[in-house]
């Protein structure tokens, strides 16, 4: 983020609009249909429904959205600088509810 003067503010916590974020971490094809979902009012920020597509997200924070037949529940670890490969992309987040999880009871 810059300062009055326009230079990096090296204090302030980096932070990324909510679409180009689900972009980058290769949630959703394009920022687009990212920002349509967020605007739909499909996604949730720390719990709080969200409806705008540029709204500030940054490390630590958990994010609740759909994707096809599933609920994502992901949390926030980096921000990203470009949209990688896959393996550069889940480095971003950390998926709180993995598919592939054992069951407990089993």
């Not at 949630?27 to 969200?50: D, H």
């Amino acid at each position: 983020m810059a300062g009055p003067s326009g230079k990096p503010d090296p204090a302030a916590a980096l932070r990324l609009r909510l679409d180009k974020w689900l972009w980058q971490a290769r949630f959703f094809k394009s920022r687009s249909l990212a920002a349509e979902a967020i605007a739909a009012g499909s996604v949730r920020v720390n719990g709080t429904r969200v409806t705008r597509p540029g709204r500030d997200i940054a490390a630590g924070d958990t994010l609740t959205f759909p994707q096809g037949a599933r609920i994502r529940l992901v949390r926030v670890l980096a921000i990203g600088l470009r949209r990688g490969p896959a393996r550069e992309a889940q480095t971003l987040y950390l998926d709180l509810d993995p598919v592939n999880a054992p069951d407990p009871l089993e």
